[in-house]
């Protein structure tokens, strides 16, 4: 044990903390979606490869070998969307928003506007954009480039505007675009009893890192979608404390709960 102390480098403490830092963001970044499930299924089928050799099932075992033989190219082309996600976030820009106060005004607008077109029964589509650029999207929808504001926002949603159908598109304290067009989720195990509105939210945020929030004109149900995982029957309280555990620093959001915004009505 001393020897080993002794051939011990800072240069291998250092390597070890890079390495179970890189394993704790992809742990971080693939919780709660798809690519769980694909991890454990490839987990069985490396289980399956190692049983079949000791019980010597040799025609499963080559098969299997010859499948696991590429490994690598089986990952990049099963977790691509995850892969370019976690690119995107390399280096990432300064915080969102500039101060608290940007902060909380932003997200109070917005959070009043999902509470009265959840009581008005009006559907939308609101997607906040965080590090990876909605450029593509944006071309497909109506320019606005507009300061965010409640009343704003339930202009576009007004059944009776051109653009209520498509997603406003939000970066940082200004509305970008209205109209967006997105691109439906592709996984086969969403309920299909999920609307067109539900089913772009998943797909835009299986490709990005924005935060979609979807209120349905059917139930007044109030929904978020992030990571492709999508989160139902959301209650305003809820919703004001996911938003601020992802918009917010941790000491901001200490000092905001001194002052109950999270519990206001």
């Known amino acids: 044990m001393l020897d080993l102390l002794k051939l011990f480098r800072w240069q291998d403490a250092v390597d070890i903390f890079i390495v179970s830092y890189i394993v704790y963001r992809i742990i971080i970044m693939i919780r709660g979606t798809r690519a769980v499930q694909m991890l454990a ?4 089928l490396i289980g399956v490869y190692f049983g079949a050799r000791e ?11 010859t499948f696991l033989s590429s490994i690598f190219l089986v990952i990049i082309i099963v977790f691509q969307r995850d892969i370019r996600r976690a690119l995107t976030q390399v280096g990432q820009p300064p915080p969102f928003f500039k101060s608290e106060e940007a902060a909380i005004h932003v997200l109070d607008e917005i959070i009043l506007s999902v509470q009265t077109l959840s009581k008005r029964k009006i559907g939308a589509l609101i997607i906040l954009e965080r590090e990876t650029g909605l450029k593509d999207y944006l071309e497909s929808g109506h320019p606005i480039d507009a300061k965010l504001s409640n009343e704003l926002l339930l202009t576009l949603f007004n059944p009776s505007s051109l ?10 304290d200004r509305i970008s675009t209205a109209g967006c067009l997105l691109p439906l989720t592709k996984n086969p195990y969403v309920s299909k009893h999920l609307g ?3 089913r772009a939210a998943i797909g835009l945020s299986e490709e990005t ?3 979609v929030i979807i209120v349905s004109e059917e139930s007044r149900q109030i929904s978020i979608a992030e990571h492709g995982v999508l989160t139902q ?16 620093p941790e000491e901001h ?3 905001i709960w001194k002052k109950n915004w999270f519990t206001k009505s």
């Open 209 to 211: 890192d924005a935060v």
């Open 163 to 172: 653009l209520h159908d498509g997603g406003v598109i939000i970066h940082k």
């Open 41 to 44: 299924g490839l987990a069985v």
């Open 253 to 255: 959001r200490t000092s």
């Open 233 to 248: 029957n959301v209650d305003i309280p809820t919703l004001r404390l996911r938003l601020a555990k992802i918009f917010l």
């Open 196 to 198: 067109t509105r539900h």
């Open 55 to 65: 019980l010597e099932f040799f025609t499963l075992y080559w098969l299997l070998g």
